[in-house]
């Protein structure tokens, strides 16, 4: 469709002449369908993180890591479904990642390069702190940090306070200059080696994998599971409400190379990296419309607005229905008060996680599975700090 302009046509006249031949064309569908594209790209951003995110909560649910002597007798070496689920979710994630590259190395570069743009502030010290602190919070409430946003509303409190306190009080201290992509925690493992990205991803991929099948043969995962769960629940497809969906549990290794899947397509469809941990930051950060509150925390500003913040929200919310649709066929809702935590170290336990993952610029989530699949030596170190501070911690508390 045209229309004639009559500014820029000379040979324009205010009678009804049909001399067209000189008359210049202005297209102006070109403007419309580019909208038109724009909006059903939008459309679909959103379903994809929803979907996505309540794969993720079914997952998560179905691995049992939800329950709270998880946690922290995992790290006392007493149950193994926190590891074996975190390392089939890796490895899956790893052989995502070199399928990616293999059919669309272009994009996944990329998303490389954005996921090391958002960590380029950040040394040494700040994955060893912030895995440490991240440990020490899962075992002080006994929940992971994406788990966090799903089942407990006081923790998800003590991580929205600690984002106020982060951002208005640590942020500006502790970001530093960018380093240098030849910087120690920005290189990858498959440079420091080297041998090809691929090739790498495969190999750590299939060790990671080979590791979490081999705990399941060694500790089988019903045998790992919490008896609560059993009393409420079944392991019986027979039994179970929409058969193998209405389970109480399902193997741990099998959930984890679920979650690790969701990377590819969280990469190839929203062409993001997998986190959870920035949800609470856009939430947080939704104060900051008020004029005077985003005077007061500036540093929050750049998460109050943009389809590409509530995609953070958005997985969250999934996740949230995604856990609660698995939680519903399996009936394991409410366990009792023993597996849960008491509200102060729920706060407390909040609190500490979010500080965690903000210093470490991610979590279990964004830097132990989605920085640990891009081989950053940063996201080894902060991995390494998560468990090891948990290990040290319930130990000790």
């Known amino acids: 469709m045209t229309i004639q302009s009559e500014e820029k046509n000379p040979h324009y006249k205010n009678n009804n002449t049909n001399d067209t031949s000189k008359t210049d064309l202005i297209p102006v ?29 079914f997952f998560m649910n179905k691995g049992t890591i939800f329950v709270a002597p998880t946690i922290r007798k995992q790290m006392l070496f007493q149950r193994f479904a926190m590891l074996k689920m975190f390392l089939a979710a890796v490895g899956a994630s790893m052989m995502s990642a070199a399928l990616l590259v293999l059919c669309r190395r272009n994009l996944y570069e990329k998303i490389l390069n954005g996921y090391i743009e958002h960590n380029s502030r950040r040394g040494v010290l700040h994955y060893l702190l912030g895995g440490t602190l991240i440990g020490l919070g899962m075992v002080f409430h006994n929940l992971l940090e994406a788990l966090a946003i799903v089942y407990s509303l006081f923790t998800c409190l003590g991580g929205i306070l600690d984002t106020y306190f982060y951002y208005a009080f640590v942020h500006e201290r502790i970001s530093q200059e960018k380093f240098l992509a030849s910087s120690l925690v920005l290189r990858r493992l498959c440079d420091v080696l080297p041998i090809p990205s691929t090739v790498c991803h495969v190999i750590v991929g299939l060790i990671f994998l080979g590791i979490a099948i081999g705990l399941e043969f060694a500790v089988p995962w019903k045998s790992d599971l919490n ?15 929409g058969h193998f969906l209405g389970l109480a549990a399902w193997p741990p290794s099998a959930c984890g190379a679920g979650v690790g899947l969701l990377q590819l397509f969280f990469m190839y469809f929203p062409k993001k990296s997998l986190r959870a941990s920035s949800a609470f930051t856009v939430f947080a950060a939704q104060v900051c419309r008020i004029k005077i509150i985003g005077q007061a925390i500036p540093s929050l ?17 999934g996740a949230i229905g995604g856990s609660a649709i698995s939680a519903g066929l399996s009936k394991t809702i409410p366990l009792g008060p023993e597996n849960g935590t008491n509200i102060l170290n729920s706060i407390l336990g909040g609190f500490i996680l979010l500080l965690g993952a903000r210093c470490a610029g991610g979590c279990t989530s964004g830097q132990g599975i989605s920085g640990t699949t891009h081989l950053l030596i940063g996201s080894f170190i902060t991995t390494a700090s998560i468990f090891g501070g ?5 130990f000790s508390y």
Request: aromatic share 12%; charged share 15%.
């Open 29 to 57: 569908t070109k403007g419309v369908h580019r909208d038109i594209r724009s909006i059903l790209t939008d459309i679909c951003t959103i379903l994809y993180a929803i979907i996505f995110g309540t794969l993720f909560g």
């Open 301 to 317: 500003n750049s998460f109050t607005y943009g389809l590409k913040n509530y995609v953070a929200l958005l997985f969250a919310l």
């Open 227 to 241: 008896p609560d769960l059993l009393s409420k629940g079944t392991v019986n497809p027979d039994d179970a409400t």
């Open 390 to 394: 948990g290990i040290i911690f319930a």
